[in-house]
């Protein structure tokens, strides 16, 4: 897993740069993924549901396409990644806000 994280965003970042380097295709090794449990009891006592837990984590780990800018002879393609990291990075996404305004 570690080998492939390496290969997905080191090495391949940096060959993108390479001249006549078009795409980096990763085969094989295990990808990084992260899970979230819930707690039912603790939902329903913060009036959160399934549909809303997901759409958020969606929103924060989202890829977005963009454009290109075309320097002869060279095109970079400009992206946005949903880089979601960490335990503490899904710790700290807002699922929606109470009444008063407070996030939960």
Known sequence: MDLRT???WIVARQLYGTPGIAEVNSFGGQLKQYEVAVNPDRMIAMGIS???????????????GGAYIDKKPNAYFIRGVGLISSFDDIKNIAVKNNPNGIPS
């Open 6 to 8: 390496m290969q997905d």
């Open 50 to 64: 399934i549909p809303e837990i997901f759409t958020a984590l969606e929103k924060n780990n989202e890829n977005t």
